[in-house]
């Protein structure tokens, strides 16, 4: 079963947040991948967010209709010199969800099992996750959304930070406390800055894969954040310690740690999360139960 995060912490436990699911288990960004990483017994699911043309808020982590996770509005195969011309935020949503993920494995993840299916709305799997929650008697999932955001993809890939955390809020809104759940996540941190503004109480994460200091990425955001999610490859023993000095309220959730010796060396640094496409291989090795 998953734990609460209070729990957790007195056990000397991470948080264990499902990738965009289980994305070495179940295609991606989908609701059989959310529902077979909540019966895992995962603390969170981390997952990715863009707009369609008609603005609703629907998951997948390209903009665009990526070759490598399924088909095109007419069942056409995609090539992938020309995936970005299938520009979500061109399409309605009704044709985005005709476009089938998920027949064949993701040629990164040969384990992944096919499940066809199609990409879902925000709001289908906050509806699913809570739930599902109900139904396995567990504690209430907690969410990291990350909003996929760009300066150069405005008003092109995506809306404006502001707009696209207002819609992403609304969401949230038709739920009544997920949000005290939910952790806004960008590598923009023009996002991070709106969604400050708009909701002052929400937890935010400033996501990281440069080898930049983090006083520095602070100090550019103009305040310190909730979370830092960074690569784990960038992080070590050291600089774990010297953020913990330094922010001693900073919680730490490096990604994406898929193997067994990786994710031994980021449990033994204490972090309180670890982001992971293999949630059930860190489950076991934290010896907790399936929900």
Request: a negative charge; one cysteine or more.
């Amino acid at each position: 079963m998953a734990f609460p995060s209070s729990v957790l912490s007195s056990l000397g436990q991470p948080e264990v947040h499902g990738h965009r699911g289980c994305r070495g288990l179940l295609p991606e960004n989908t609701l059989p991948a959310f529902a077979h990483a909540l019966a895992l017994g995962v603390d969170v699911l981390e997952l990715d967010v863009i707009i369609s043309a008609d603005r609703q808020v629907v998951l997948s982590h390209e903009p665009w209709l990526a070759a490598d996770l399924g088909r095109g509005p007419a069942g056409e195969l995609i090539a992938p010199a020309h995936e970005q011309a299938y520009n979500l935020y061109e399409l309605p949503y009704a044709t985005i969800r005709r476009c089938v993920v998920g027949e064949w494995p993701h040629p990164r993840f040969p384990a992944q099992q096919p499940s066809p299916t199609y990409r879902p709305l925000l709001l289908e799997v906050l509806q699913l996750a809570e739930a599902t929650c109900q139904r396995l008697g567990r504690p209430p999932v907690g969410y990291s959304i990350e909003l996929k955001s760009a300066p150069t993809g405005d008003n092109f890939f995506h809306p404006a930070p502001w707009p696209f955390v207002e819609l992403v809020l609304a969401e949230l809104a038709a739920m009544p406390g997920v949000a005290a759940r939910t952790t806004l996540l960008s590598f923009d941190g023009r996002v991070l800055q709106a969604a400050r503004q708009l909701a002052p109480t929400l937890a935010l994460c400033l996501l990281n894969e440069e080898p930049a200091q983090p006083a520095a990425l602070f100090q550019e955001l103009g305040f310190v954040p909730q979370v830092f999610g960074s690569d784990f490859q960038l992080l070590s023993a050291e600089l774990v310690a010297q953020l913990r000095a330094a922010y001693p309220t900073l919680r730490l959730v490096p990604w994406t740690v898929n193997e067994q010796a990786d994710l031994h060396r980021v449990l033994s640094w204490r972090v309180d999360g670890i982001t992971t496409d293999f949630p059930d291989r860190l489950l076991a090795l934290l010896k907790r139960p399936a929900s």
